[in-house]
């Protein structure tokens, strides 16, 4: 099939790349004229594994080309992948979206996540949610754990579901206004267990019992499930913060109260205050204390800093007039207030304490005893539970487990 697909970001190069893999002829589109050029080249900014070889593939086949702008003709379907940040009152701001809308001829299959019943204003517009997780896209798009497809009528829905090919996953077919909730549904839902699980971490400090153990006796039960388990400083990301908001927001218009949802929104904006409450409890008034973040991404294995926890926790730190460096494998820029640097022992040179603010598996296998030489106070506080206890007591560190 002709497919073509409008925004070149995590969701939209995905797509592209993963479509044209698939054999179909692809094109993709975006705003961004650098953006495309670079493309065009074979560059991938984005840290995906597998992205730039498939991206490769398709240049190299003739499957897949890029093209500025928005507007698409001769093709059989249109995906729209652009951005829905969060707009006034926590509603997602769905200009970018309608405005690709207005543009497409053929049938147009909206991947954005975008409020419920948005596909339902235009008619013949198919809703196929993404479930992608960053750092994992291509996986979880060639092998999805379900493929949902929301459409006016069956045929149409079936017709988009085929563009996947042969497929193990089940395929969901219903409306769009369902097709669109199951997004927002799922996301929030793993916001509340995230909430839950980090609340529980912090019972645990109070009661002096191990969250690990605690955990790992829950994701042995199936009908709880062994993801999104471990805790941390707090969810973040470009979607489960924006998307927990918007669905706030369409229950609040429904009349709904979603207190759960609330709470675990509440929740989690309480966790880098914890992570910093919990430093100054040990090391003082925290004007002038200079700490060496390790981790500044949302979570590992990607590079993206949207929504970043750690940059919250920073934020926090820095107000109190904390000195900070940080590394973090796939960060080379600085930030606003922080100074980023090449390698986790240069952080650790001189500091008061060191914070473990993402869990990227290198910061396990980090050299100790080099780091403890570097520092001029032993203490770690690890926010994601990766560092080794018996590794940073022989090094002569005190480690302190918190926000988790
Ligand atoms: N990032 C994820 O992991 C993920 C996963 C599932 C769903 N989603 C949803 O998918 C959507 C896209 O997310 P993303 O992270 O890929 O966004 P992104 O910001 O990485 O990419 C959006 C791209 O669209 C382009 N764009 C904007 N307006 C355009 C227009 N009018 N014409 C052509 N291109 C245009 C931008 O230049 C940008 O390159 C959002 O609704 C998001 O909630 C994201
Ligand atoms: O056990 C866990 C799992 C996750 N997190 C945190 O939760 C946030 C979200 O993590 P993850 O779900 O892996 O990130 P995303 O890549 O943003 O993916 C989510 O958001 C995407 C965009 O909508 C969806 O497509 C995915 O299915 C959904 O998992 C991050 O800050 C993680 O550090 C934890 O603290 N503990």
Request: negative net charge; charged residues 20%; glycine residues 10%.
């Amino acid at each position: 099939m002709r497919i073509g697909v409008v925004g070149a970001g995590y969701v939209g190069l995905t797509t592209a790349a993963c479509f044209a893999h698939l054999g179909h002829q692809v094109v993709c589109a975006d705003v961004d004229e650098s953006k495309v050029e670079a493309l065009n080249a074979g560059e991938v900014a984005l840290h995906e594994p597998g992205l730039s070889d498939l991206v490769a593939e398709g240049l190299g086949s003739g499957g897949l080309r890029f093209v500025t702008g928005s507007r698409l003709s001769d093709v059989d379907f249109t995906f729209v992948c652009v951005q829905t940040p969060t707009g006034a009152d926590g509603e997602a701001d769905l200009t970018a979206v309608e405005e690709v809308l207005d543009q497409v001829s053929g049938p147009a299959v909206v991947k954005s996540t975008v409020p419920v019943g948005t596909a339902a204003k235009h008619p013949g517009v198919v809703s196929n949610p993404e479930f992608l997780r960053e750092g994992h896209a291509v996986e979880d798009f060639l092998r999805p754990q379900r493929i949902v497809v929301g459409a006016q009528d069956e045929r149409q829905a079936r017709a988009v579901a085929d563009l996947y090919g042969a497929t193990r996953a089940p395929v969901v077919l219903t409306d769009t206004t369902s097709a669109e909730l199951v997004k927002y549904a799922s996301n929030c839902f793993l916001a509340l267990k995230l909430s839950y699980v980090n609340t529980l971490a912090e019972l645990c400090e109070h009661l002096d019992a191990d969250i690990d153990g605690v955990t790992e006796g829950m994701r042995l039960d199936n009908r709880i499930g062994a993801s999104c388990l471990a805790p941390g400083p707090g969810w973040g990301g470009s979607c489960l913060p924006k998307d927990t908001l918007a669905l706030l927001a369409t229950a609040r218009t429904a009349g709904i109260d979603f207190a759960t949802l609330e709470a675990a929104i509440s929740t989690n904006h309480h966790q880098p205050r914890r992570v910093v409450d919990r430093i100054r409890e040990e090391v003082g008034p925290l004007d002038g204390v200079r700490i060496g973040l390790l981790g500044l991404t949302f979570k590992a294995g990607t590079s993206d800093l949207r929504d970043s926890p750690a940059l919250v926790v920073a934020g926090i730190l820095s107000g109190e007039g904390a000195v900070l460096v940080a590394y973090d494998p796939c960060v080379e820029q600085d930030r606003p207030g922080i100074t980023v640097l090449p390698s986790a022992v240069e952080a650790a040179e001189g500091a008061d304490v060191l914070l473990v603010l993402t869990e990227w598996p290198e910061f396990a296998e980090l050299d100790w005893p080099e780091l403890a030489k570097r520092v001029r106070n032993p203490l770690i506080f690890d926010t994601r539970g990766v560092v080794p206890p018996g590794k940073a007591a022989e090094a002569g560190f005190r480690l302190v487990r918190t926000g988790r």
